[in-house]
């Protein structure tokens, strides 16, 4: 098993559906694509729900003790608020802060992270991920939900996301 691979989930502030915009989820992606191509991580799966996303990752060696996390959170929040900003978006008002260090905030505090012990769990939490808009009524089958790496997995289907690692390389 990959020393600290991750199980990583992000919460939209108040569970709201900050996500559902195509444009929002494109500067996830985007942003995972740039971490890869710096080789600051690894990305073995993901899926971006309207409201919250869950990752298989891993830092690079040179990476591990750096907060890729906040880096990450951080730079989706400020690329999403640019966003928002450029077409006067009816909801941003819903992320103003009461926190005195920003004047937004779109995700929760504390996201949810949990090491990956062996490849069973690194396995089940792959099949929670790509379920995971199958439960939500989005999709009837997961390789079907664009913004997931289930087609990478049940369909051999690289082109898509080509940042993508498959797990297995890696344990």
């Known amino acids: 098993m990959e020393k600290g691979m991750e199980f990583f989930t992000a919460t939209c502030l108040n569970w709201q559906n900050l996500l559902a ?3 929002h989820k494109d500067i996830i992606v985007n942003s995972l694509d740039f971490l890869v191509s710096e080789n600051r991580i ?7 729900m309207p409201n919250h ?5 891993c830092k690079q060696d040179a990476w591990i003790e ?9 730079y989706t929040a400020q690329h999403i608020k640019f ?12 992320y103003l802060s009461t ?7 779109f995700w929760e505090r504390r996201p949810h992270i949990a090491t990956m012990y062996n490849r069973e769990v ?12 199958v439960k939500a009524n989005l999709c009837i089958y997961p390789e079907n939900y664009k913004y997931s790496s ?11 996301w080509p940042f993508l690692t498959h797990y297995a390389e890696h344990i």
Do not use: C, S, T
């Open 66 to 74: 750096k907060n890729i996390q906040l880096m990450f959170m951080r």
């Open 150 to 160: 289930a087609a990478f997995y049940k369909l051999n289907d690289e082109k898509l």
């Open 21 to 23: 915009d195509d444009l």
């Open 83 to 94: 966003a928002m900003q450029k077409v006067n978006h009816p909801e941003l008002p819903n």
């Open 53 to 57: 996303i869950h990752l298989l990752w």
């Open 122 to 133: 690194a396995e089940q939490k792959l099949d929670y991920i790509h379920n995971n808009p």
């Open 99 to 105: 926190q005195g260090d920003r004047e937004y905030q």
């Open 42 to 48: 690894w990305v073995y799966g993901f899926v971006i």
